[in-house]
Structure formats: structure tokens, C-alpha cells
């Protein structure tokens, strides 16, 4: 019975390199929503309602992505890449535009609006294309190589990430004005998104031109190879009873760890900025040159985080316990966040958001490896990993609702104490590790 081949490095990395202008997209959105609604004039009480939408539509898309390319076939664009080019041709063009919020006379509420309902279609077209990378590594790649695909995604993902969190940084170093009329977000955050969209796009032609994805009835003959593996004699075409539970529970406590470390994040990208304005420039007034300065330091930190996270992924496949190295990651990433309020000088900031990397590196490939895993065989892996974005966008959206009320009534109205409560989610997640039910126990071998 047909199995899934090793696969060589150069097709690893070909099946994943698109996800590396996705990244761009998204790091420039976590790295400037705040600051671009700040600058429309946003309170600082409402700005985690703004991050409400990411989640909420990735909750929504990811899985019917996942549902409906499990179904799709159309030959050689094969059943994953044409729901990743609509995708990426969408977020192509509301990256042009989300931007520009402030730029067409509208009112500040009208612009705001105009703000979330691109923020709105820039999400769902960046889940959309993002996606399938992750399904395509979960249809294409063996058991035993899953940890080095998911390891490779994993550096294009923060090498993305590192491009797009430096880009305004960049620009206002080259003489791009980072100033701009009150109400208006400055041209090194417009120019950020447009250079983003064209790479975006580059790197997804790149993917489509070098991957062809397995037939049907490939999948129908690998799934059933899986199956008879973990079955023993009673080979079949999709999973046995047993492997579903397995499955399933797999699922819901890499989730109850997911929860702890996504809500984490979404303070970090919400408050992040409000934060080192405050403890590094000594301003909370988001139409000051002090905050815009902040907001391009926080982009050089994000793209610290990315380069500690890069970093780590090289040595995560080296621990013999998948949980350990898990648990261990965010309870580095937990020190990080709880260190940041405390530090006044923006380099000293280099430490914690490099610790903060490790975390992200572990959440950026483990639960995946885990789950992957566990549904190996099945023949319905995409709509199990399009259900399994909830388990990101769901403590997203309640980490979003809560912020605003916790920092006002718990947090004293200060940004930075939003940071210490990321800190104690991750330690939380990384202490949940441990119940999940890995069935090899072991880091699977490069």
C-alpha cells in the first residue's frame, strides 16, 4: 500500500515559501492596527474592540476554507491553492487601501468605519491565503517529516514577520515622512503596506508555479496506508474509532493550551504600543511625534521577537519531549512579557521581546505537529485544521471583549499591566501543556 514519500528540502521549503509574503501581510497588521486606529483618533479604553474582527472573521473562514478544499478538486490548481490565490489577491488590495482610512475627508467616525471594514476584508482575505500552507504540509508531508515541514513554515513565517515589522522603521530612515496630519496615518505606514502587498503576492506566484498537490486518489491511498498502520490488520480508508478519540481529545487540550497563549499575544499586539510611548517616551498623546516614534520601535521589537523566534525553531526539533520543549518555550515567552513595563531604555526592550520569540516559535509549530498527528489518516484533515483556527481566533475575540473593561477596572488604566497579565497567561498555557495526550511521547526525528 502507497505511502507518502520523504520528501527532499527545496519541496519543504517550495510548499511553504508563500506563507512568507502572507507573513508580511500580517505583521504588518498586528504590528500597526493599533497604531493606525490611535492615530484616527481611537481611545486607548477601545482599542482591543478593534482587534475584535481579525478572529472573529479567521473563526469564520478558516474552517470553510478547510471544508470546502477538502472537496475541491480543479487538476493541476489542485484542491489548496485556489482558495490561497483569491486570497491573496484580496488582501492585495485592501492593503492599498486600509492605510488610506484617514486620506479621503471622511469624518473621524466615517473613517474609522471605513478603517474596520477593511480591517474586516484584510483579515478574511489573509486567513484565506494562509490556510492552505498549513493544510498542504498536513496533506503532503509524511508523519515523519511533519516536524521539519512545520519547523521550515515556521521560519518563513518570522522571516516574513521580520520584514514586515521593520518596513516603517525602514522607510522613515530612507525619508519617508512618519509625521502626518492629525488624523492620518503617515506615508512610512502607507508605503509599509503597499511594498508588503507586491511581495505578497510575488511569494504566492512563486508557490503555485513550484507545488503540485497529490490527486484524490493519491489521498485515498495514502489515508488508507495511515490507517492500516494504525490499525494493524484492519486496514480502512479512514480512521478507526479509537484514532477519532485520540484524535478529538488531542484537539481540545492542545486548545485549552492555544486559549492561554493567544489571548497573551493579543494584549502584547494591543498594548504593545501605548506601552513603550509611555515608559520609553514619556507620552500617551497618539498625534505626537514621541507615539509615532514609539510605533516604528515597536516594529524593530516585533522583528526582535521574530529573530529570537527563528532562533529557537532551529533548536526545537532537538528536545526529545515535545511537551517539555512546549511548556518550556512559554514560560521564557511569560518572562519576556512580564519584564516589559519595567524596562525604560528602548534597546534594553531587546531582551524580553527576544525571550518572547521562543514562545511564539513553540506556537507556531507544535500545536499543528500535535494535531497533524493525531489526525493523520483522516480524510478530512483540512475541515480539522480550519476547525482548529477557533482555537486561536476564539481567545482572540474574548481576550478583545475583556481587554478594554480590564485595563480600565483591574489594570489601573495602565497599558504596561496588560503585558504583566500576558505574562501569566503563557505560564497558565505552559503548566496545561502537560495534559495533553501525545501518543509518541517524543519529538518526532528530522
Known amino acids: ?81 485556489p482558495y490561497l490565490l483569491i486570497g491573496a489577491l484580496a488582501a492585495v488590495i485592501v492593503m492599498c487601501l486600509l492605510p488610506n482610512a484617514g486620506s479621503f475627508g471622511l469624518t473621524i467616525a466615517g473613517a474609522m468605519i471605513f478603517g474596520l471594514i477593511a480591517l474586516m476584508f484584510l ?58 496630519p492629525e488624523g492620518v496615518v503617515p506615508d512610512s505606514v502607507k508605503w509599509s503596506f503597499y511594498v508588503g502587498a507586491a511581495i505578497l503576492i510575488l511569494c504566492v506566484i512563486y508557490t503555485i508555479s513550484h507545488v503540485k498537490e497529490y490527486t484524490p486518489a493519491e489521498m485515498a491511498e495514502f489515508n488508507a496506508a495511515a490507517n492500516a498502520e494504525g490499525q494493524g490488520e484492519q486496514a480502512g480508508t479512514e480512521m478507526s474509532p479509537a484514532q477519532k478519540k485520540h484524535a478529538i481529545r488531542v484537539f481540545f487540550e492542545v486548545g485549552l493550551v492555544q486559549f492561554f497563549c493567544w489571548a497573551a499575544f493579543m494584549y502584547m499586539w494591543t498594548y504593545t504600543n501605548g506601552t513603550i510611548a509611555d515608559t520609553v517616551w514619556n507620552t500617551t498623546d497618539a498625534a505626537s511625534e514621541g507615539y509615532q516614534q514609539a510605533g516604528n520601535w515597536v516594529g524593530i521589537l516585533f522583528a526582535v521577537q521574530a529573530i529570537g523566534s527563528v532562533l529557537w525553531a532551529v533548536v526545537l526539533p532537538r528536545f526529545k519531549n515535545i511537551k517539555v520543549a512546549y511548556a518550556l518555550s512559554l514560560v521564557i515567552g511569560g518572562i519576556g512579557f512580564a519584564m516589559v513595563p519595567f524596562i525604560h531604555n528602548q534597546y534594553m526592550l531587546f531582551v524580553p521581546y527576544f525571550l518572547i520569540g521562543f514562545a511564539w516559535a513553540a506556537m507556531l509549530a507544535m500545536p499543528f505537529t500535535l494535531v497533524t498527528n493525531a489526525f493523520e489518516g ?34 489601573g488604566s495602565v497599558q504596561g499591566n496588560m503585558l504583566l497579565l500576558a505574562g501569566i497567561l503563557l505560564v497558565v498555557g505552559a503548566a496545561c501543556v502537560f495534559i495533553i495526550e501525545d501518543k509518541k511521547h517524543k519529538m518526532i526525528e528530522k
Open 1 to 81: 500500500m502507497k505511502t507518502k514519500p520523504d520528501l527532499k528540502f527545496n519541496q519543504l521549503w517550495n510548499i511553504s515559501f508563500g506563507f512568507f509574503g502572507v507573513q508580511i501581510a500580517y505583521a504588518l497588521q498586528s504590528a500597526n492596527i493599533s497604531r493606525i486606529f490611535a492615530t484616527l483618533g481611537a481611545d486607548p479604553h477601545n482599542l482591543s474592540y478593534f482587534w475584535i474582527l481579525p478572529p472573529l472573521m479567521g473563526m469564520v473562514v478558516q474552517p470553510l476554507v478547510g471544508y470546502f478544499s477538502d472537496k475541491t478538486w480543479l487538476g493541476r490548481w489542485g484542491r489548496r491553492i
Open 123 to 180: 483579515d478574511t482575505s489573509i486567513n484565506m491565503a494562509m490556510q492552505p500552507f498549513k493544510m498542504m504540509v498536513g496533506d503532503m508531508v509524511n508523519e515523519k517529516q511533519k516536524a521539519k515541514a512545520y519547523s521550515i513554515q515556521s521560519f518563513l513565517c518570522n522571516a516574513g514577520s521580520l520584514v514586515g515589522y521593520i518596513f516603517p522603521f525602514l522607510f522613515t530612515a530612507i525619508g519617508i515622512a512618519n509625521v502626518a
Open 378 to 411: 483522516s480524510s478530512r484533515m483540512g475541515t480539522a485544521l480550519g476547525l482548529f483556527n477557533c482555537t486561536i481566533c476564539i481567545p482572540q475575540i474574548v481576550a478583545a471583549a475583556l481587554g478594554g473593561v480590564l485595563l480600565a477596572k483591574v489594570m
